[in-house]
């Protein structure tokens, strides 16, 4: 791979708070639509499913809470996002200084890889409580309840009830989302910019175009190996106390009651949110 141009730490830090407000705005509303057609019940004989899938859902949220419906949940993410995605970025350029320590040396496609999956270790402490308010947010309009009057108000009560334990709830399965997903993406980026960069140039030079390229492939990447550990993040951390003893059982309980399958529900959803915002971001 050509060497890239030395970034600091911190112009990581502050290109990531500005690319993840991006990234928010981009694909929250997929992203409702997502984690909804993940905890939806399996319906039964005598009982239709909620939504039939992407775009039937989507028309539904609409029609009953209007437009800002898809937007439920957003707050949470949206003050953690750029800190998270800041740390995203410092965390995959330390990786990188961490293994190399000539910076005239290229990086192999493993330490990018393991710099990547660093980076996902580091956003774990802000996405988990994140994402469990999100998700509860999310999915309360849709099961009839109004249980929460925001994330303030959903973070307040989730603390009351069982402190710091119940805002981290699904963080084990954060960690099996984020890390490998993030090595993944972060591996991709880097190559396909290399690849895209024509020869003799510098890949600081390359094109808005091939960027985004780069960052949108990467995205969908990134979401097939991220989609199974993120249905079962969703229906753990919106699941009633005590309905699942753990990570395993929740696996356990989707695959006998849905079969594999279950583990790509939202699969549509996803990538049609993939490409744009990671475009977005990058």
Excluded at 97 to 109: G, R
Aim: charge should be positive.
């Amino acid at each position: 791979m050509p060497d890239e141009e030395r970034v600091s730490p911190l112009k990581n830090f502050v290109a990531g708070g500005v690319a993840g407000a991006c990234l928010l705005l981009a694909g929250h509303p997929l992203d409702t639509i997502k984690v909804r057609l993940q905890t939806q019940p399996k319906a039964s004989c005598a009982q239709y499913e909620i939504y039939r899938g992407t775009y039937d859902c989507f028309c539904k949220t609409v029609s009953k809470e209007g437009i800002l419906g898809l937007y439920k949940g957003m707050g949470a993410p949206l003050l953690g996002v750029a800190p998270m995605m800041a740390i995203s970025f410092f965390g995959f350029g330390l990786g990188k200084q961490l293994q190399q320590p000539d910076p005239d040396q290229p990086l192999t496609l493993m330490q990018l890889f393991l710099s990547g999956c660093l980076a996902g270790v580091f956003t774990t402490v802000i996405v988990a409580p994140g994402e469990r308010i999100k998700c509860l947010l999310q999915v309360q309009a849709s099961r009839g309840e109004s249980r929460y009057a925001g994330p303030v108000d959903c973070a307040v009560r989730l603390y009351k009830e069982q402190g710091l334990r119940s805002l981290y709830r699904g963080t084990v399965l954060t960690l099996i989302r984020d890390v490998p997903s993030n090595g993944l993406y972060f591996l991709t980026y880097q190559c396909l910019k290399s690849f895209l960069t024509p020869e003799g140039q510098s890949v600081s030079q390359l094109s808005t175009p091939k960027i985004i390229l780069a960052g949108g492939v990467a995205g969908i990447l990134n979401w097939t190996i991220a989609l199974p550990p993120d249905v079962l993040k969703s229906n753990f951390q919106t699941a009633a106390d005590g309905k699942y003893s753990g990570v395993v059982d929740v696996l356990r309980t989707l695959l006998s009651e849905e079969g594999p399958k279950s583990l790509y529900k939202g699969f549509n959803a996803v990538f049609l949110r993939a490409f744009p915002a990671n475009a977005i971001y990058d």
